[in-house]
């Protein structure tokens, strides 16, 4: 028998066995989604749907709460929400059944919480396939068109996951086109274009490469990408069930989710960075009637009322548009200098930091600025942040201002080049036109990558910085 003769028995064998499961083939699995780079599981925290409910394509089922962010997950299609597999309350790895979305009428079998072609399980081509909780010797023949084949072992895509629209669910071109730009899994091993040095870096990260963006020539995966999709200012709070509770002496309390990620990042941030620090004082009274002139010029107005932390931001982009080296990266191919400012704001959590940016913020006035500031900062604070809006920052303000610090030494956030911690406001004693006054004070703190810029440089960064808060006009100059 000729390969196109078996391949037509196997075809005739699906469709029957597809017949005899009552209409199994409709049936849709709803997964455990896999968002960021480092993410390995994530939690049910509720179900917004329940069992039985007619659903539609586009609508939220349930919510799921990762280390870092909390979101929806939409159903695919419409249809019956026929099983909860995972309930409200537990974690599971990525790629886990967590539902089973059906067409009216149907009934198909029930599922169980299985992986599929996760992590840890082999994918549909491996010889023991993991199906419904029970392996199977060898995968099944998938039904598909000849370009859906060649594109599929092209872009490493598991045939057997992914929806046919043909006759008798025959996978054709379209399908895998759909698959990849929906962000289907790929298959375990698949070649990347990455660099030596970016593959070591991702396998210490413990993320997959293949989901990493390439900024090299020809889509090349550096270091510096890898380093990006792994900044540790990405983590947000974790529930009040994870809080270790009231500190009692003797306590161990573990070293376990988001408190694990941020330390490993932290540890990784200064072990892959010649990081230096250095601060500068500056008199910010003329800072304050600023800030006080605005407030009153807005104050009949529905918006925020300005605050230091407004006019840092916005000073910060002027100061980088003079020295562009201090907004750039450090990639493979050399220093990449940003085409514009996305400004990390760190926001402090219940347990935890998050550090979501600006996009853009260079082309921003006080008061959008303001506005942006805290329409993020209540996102943070509600766990509804976007994995877009906590990636590709360029540079970042950490303010502690309010916990009364005059100043501290910030931990850069790879791969970008520079991070200014601000202390608080403090009125003191102080020289001011050659006679002792009572004046505002406050502290900046600028911690650099020496590898990218030499300490001249920065320090000049900084000392502009200080000149414009000092005194505002001079950003016109």
């Known amino acids: 028998m000729g390969q196109r003769a078996r391949n037509f028995v196997h075809f005739i064998k699906f469709v029957v066995l597809t017949r005899r499961q009552g209409g199994d083939s409709v049936a849709t699995e709803i997964l455990m989604p896999k968002w960021g780079l480092t993410m390995k599981e994530g939690k049910v925290s509720k179900w917004i749907k329940n069992e039985g409910e007619a659903v ?51 009934t198909p079998d029930r599922r169980e919480a299985v992986v599929r072609g996760g992590d840890d399980q082999p994918s549909g081509d491996a010889e023991n396939t993991v199906r419904d909780g029970k392996k199977e010797g060898k995968a099944e023949f998938v039904p598909a068109t000849p370009v859906a084949r060649r594109l599929a072992r092209e872009w490493g895509i598991d045939l057997a996951r992914v929806p046919g629209s043909g006759p008798g669910n025959r996978v054709t071109e379209s399908d895998v086109r759909d698959f990849k730009e929906k962000g289907g899994d790929t298959l375990p091993g698949k070649t990347v274009n990455a660099a030596d040095s970016a593959l070591a870096a991702a396998k210490k990260a413990g993320i997959d490469i293949t989901l990493v963006t390439g900024s090299g020539p020809d889509g090349r995966i550096t270091k510096a990408d890898v380093l990006r999709a792994v900044s540790p200012a990405v983590q947000t709070k974790t529930t009040t069930a994870s809080s270790p509770g009231p500190l009692v002496a003797g306590t161990i309390i573990p070293l376990e989710g988001m408190r694990r990620i941020i330390g490993d990042n932290m540890m990784a941030s200064l072990q892959n960075a010649a990081q230096l620090s250095v601060f500068v004082e500056f008199d910010a009274t003329r800072m304050v009637s600023f800030r006080d002139k605005v407030r009153k010029k807005y104050e009949s107005q529905s918006l925020p009322r300005i605050s230091f ?28 200098l940003c085409k514009g400012v996305n400004l990390g704001i760190a926001v402090a959590l219940d347990n935890g930091l998050v550090v979501p940016n600006i996009k853009s913020a260079d082309t921003l006035g006080l008061v959008e600025m303001a506005m942006k500031i805290r329409e993020l900062a209540q996102k943070a604070k509600e766990n509804k942040l976007t994995m877009d809006e906590i990636q590709g920052g360029t540079f970042t303000i950490s303010n502690v201002s309010m916990l009364g610090v005059d100043g501290f030494t910030p931990i850069l956030n790879p791969p970008e080049t520079g991070i200014l911690g601000v202390g608080r406001a403090k009125d003191k004693p102080a020289v001011h036109q050659g006679k002792i006054a009572v004046r505002t004070l406050m502290t900046l703190s600028l911690t650099f990558d020496h590898r990218v810029v030499d300490g001249v440089p920065a320090m000049q960064f900084l000392r502009t910085l200080a000149d414009y808060l000092e005194d505002p006009v001079m950003m016109m100059v």
């Open 309 to 336: 932390n407004d006019i840092i931001a916005m000073v910060v982009c002027r100061a980088l548009a003079k020295h562009p080296l201090m907004n750039s990266r450090l990639t493979d191919q050399g220093i990449e």
């Open 56 to 106: 539609t394509k586009g609508e939220p089922l349930l919510e799921v709460e990762t280390s870092k962010i909390t979101n929806n997950v939409e159903s695919p299609d419409d249809g019956i929400l026929f099983q909860i597999v995972v309930k409200a309350g537990e974690t599971v790895p990525v790629q886990t059944v967590l539902a089973v979305l059906a067409k009216e009428g149907e």
